[in-house]
């Protein structure tokens, strides 16, 4: 299944420009890899699978406005979404900056205007900075990332947490925390036979 084809899977349509993009994104990632050791995923199929398409897969739940990609590592799931939805301002954290100079680099190839790269840990981050919505892929579990994001989520905003087969079991021990807290699981679409979910968390109404 080609590039155009596992979009299409994932119910996303993608334009030329957009494709050329996603190319350039996991040709450079294979390149920069050799070297600075961005990921784990070494080939030209793993890249696209866990890497690209992976950031994908909750696109139905992105809006427009500001989004948060917390501990983005070389700066996924943010790259893809922020090319794929110009209308939502896509910041993208971590702390480590020799990975996020891959992110830097993608922002200036592919000319991501709607992207921002940030070097710090998200206890650094300013709280008068309120996103819409803030999301992660593999930064913490559900209960660490409720608690860390929390102060800079929008009264109305929400957070999406990309989970895996243990998503249940975390959201359990989140709502018992966070009582203030509505924890909604979705399943998300995948091309791989893994289970790919989203919790998606909202604050209560005072």
Not at 116 to 138: C, G, M, N, W, Y
């Amino acid at each position: 299944m080609g590039l155009t084809g596992s979009l299409k899977y994932i119910g996303l349509a993608s334009s030329d420009i957009q494709l050329a993009a996603l190319q350039t994104i996991l040709d450079e990632h294979l390149k920069w890899n050799r070297v600075f050791n961005l990921s784990a995923h070494r080939d030209e199929e793993s890249v696209w699978i866990y890497q690209i398409l992976d950031s994908l897969t909750p696109h139905q739940f992105i809006h427009d406005g500001d989004l948060l990609d917390i501990g983005t590592g070389p700066g996924f799931p943010g790259i893809p979404l922020a090319l794929f939805f110009p209308n939502t301002h896509v910041t993208v954290l971590d702390s480590n900056d020799k990975k996020l100079a891959f992110a830097r680099h993608i922002k200036s190839l592919c000319n991501l205007s709607n992207l921002t790269v940030v070097h710090k840990r998200i206890e650094e981050l300013p709280t008068i900075q309120q996103f819409d919505q803030i999301i992660s892929r593999a930064f913490t579990n559900l209960n660490g990332m409720i608690e860390c994001s929390l102060a800079f989520l929008k009264p109305d905003g929400e957070i999406l947490a990309m989970k895996g087969a243990q998503a249940e079991i975390e959201i359990v021990e989140a709502q018992s925390t966070h009582g203030n807290c509505m924890i909604r699981l979705h399943k998300l679409p995948h091309i791989v036979d893994e289970q790919r979910m989203l919790a998606v968390v909202k604050q209560r109404s005072k």
